[in-house]
């Protein structure tokens, strides 16, 4: 699974846990651009990826993140695991 | 036959009482070491007790029993109980036979038949002396009671909201809490989104600090004395999708910002996944409750056993440029003058940091 994929998949999990079907994302996208990504919504989000794409993340690794793009990069790592 | 352990419920830092959930075992099983042998549950989570050796098990309680902290719960043995086992059944069969022997309720055969065609709870037909009528009568006011729109209904409250409650109402019941409020003002130049992030880290980090200055507040009353914990271990009250539960960051006033910051993102994480171990869920000298998600522009929070404060924290005033901070305080531990300092303090530590631009 490439990165653009992954990109589609997080942006339907942005979707579900902000409940704004037309929320767009993109690599560059930060909290500071969505509305209410404040670090318990950020927690709901990590938790959402993990279910979706059967995963775990290290939590002092996804506490580093800066962008979308880095979590596309982490997801990506993950499921090459 | 020798008692090898007995086996009692172990401190809890914040409930007196806790509910047997489950036994795991019969009496008479072998158990060996380490073994999950009940599950308890305190207001915050449940507990597995562990058998400190093997044996054989005699349980002293039963599921759903309420018991305090030190009771002796079950015992282990050397070798076979069965004997005992069955004594203890044979008198608890008897005992059950007194009881209904005692009972000043007496039903005429009919009525008799009537009740247990309908498994009524005798006790529950207001009469001493039943006759047939008397249960028809029961009978159809229960039919219509139940038919009922108006009937008000009720859902009995789970065991852990039950201790929760008995938790909560040690310092409130003493009617010696008072509350105090100050406003915290935000930089009225920053975007609405900007003025609505979430402070809980600087208002945690900023509480410990506070806390260290005014170890009145990270104390508790006793028998008429005042401890005073050693330690300052802020505990976060979340409340998400899974109950109450207060997560506590250890040593707070030894973490910088970003570690505070690092582990309420890791309390929110535990408490969403359900991973929220009893170690995560004891231990707090101080509670700050979060409620500025949810709108809340001022608010009485309640006061935790052991521990003489709270604080809670409410939503941002986009039109006034502020939110409201609220202390609860036990006022047998400290007073109205002190809590205001503690709190100015607060005010001033958080400003700073979130003015300075």
């Known amino acids: 699974m490439d990165n653009s994929e992954i990109l589609i998949g997080i942006n339907k999990i942005f979707s579900q846990v902000f409940k704004d079907p037309d929320i767009k994302i993109t690599g560059d996208t930060t909290s500071d651009d969505i509305k209410n990504w404040d670090s318990l919504n950020n927690m709901i989000l990590v938790v959402t990826i993990e279910d979706f794409y059967n995963i775990r993340f290290d939590l002092n690794e996804v506490q580093k993140l800066k962008n979308v793009d880095d979590l596309c990069n982490c997801v990506a790592k993950y499921l090459s695991l | ?357």
């Open chain 2, 1 to 357: 036959m020798k008692v090898l352990s007995e086996i009692t419920i172990p401190k809890d830092d914040a409930d007196e009482e806790v509910i047997i959930i489950e036994l795991n075992y019969k009496d008479n099983d072998q158990v060996k070491k380490s073994d999950s042998i009940m599950d308890i549950e305190t207001s915050k989570t449940s507990i597995e007790l562990e058998a400190p050796t093997d044996g054989y098990i005699e349980y002293l309680v039963n599921p759903g029993d309420e018991v305090v902290i030190g009771q002796v719960v079950a015992k282990i043995y050397d070798g076979d109980i069965s004997d005992l086992v069955n004594s203890k059944v044979e008198s608890s069969t008897q005992e059950a036979a007194k009881e209904n022997q005692l009972s000043s309720k007496v039903a005429t055969k009919e009525a008799q038949a009537l009740i247990e065609e309908h498994g009524i709870d005798i006790n529950l037909i207001p009469n001493d002396f039943i006759k047939k009528e008397d249960v028809d009568l029961f009978i159809k006011g229960s039919a219509s009671s139940g038919n009922s729109d108006d009937k008000p209904s009720g859902t009995a409250i789970s065991r852990s909201k039950k201790i929760e409650i008995k938790a909560l109402s040690g310092v409130q019941s003493t009617g010696m809490v008072s509350t105090i409020f100050m406003n915290i003002d935000v930089d009225e130049s920053l975007s609405d989104d900007e003025k609505t992030s979430s402070y809980l880290p600087l208002i945690t980090s900023e509480c410990a600090k506070a806390l260290e200055v005014f170890p009145m507040m990270n104390s508790y009353f006793l028998d008429n004395h005042i401890i005073q914990h050693k330690l300052i271990n802020i505990g976060l009250a979340l409340d998400i999708n899974n109950g109450l539960k207060v997560y506590t960051i250890p040593d707070t006033n030894k973490l910088n910002l970003d570690e505070v910051e690092g582990k309420i993102n890791e309390g929110i994480y535990k408490y969403l996944r359900n991973e929220l171990t009893p170690r995560d869920l004891s231990t707090s000298t101080f509670t700050i409750s979060d409620l500025s998600q949810y709108g809340v522009e001022k608010f009485v929070p309640l006061i935790n056993l052991k521990q003489a404060a709270i604080l809670g924290v409410s939503a941002v005033d986009l039109k006034l440029n502020r939110f409201n901070l609220s202390l609860a305080f036990d006022h047998r531990v400290t007073e109205g003058r002190v809590a205001s300092e503690f709190l100015s303090m607060l005010k001033k530590g958080i400003e700073v940091s979130i003015l300075k631009n």
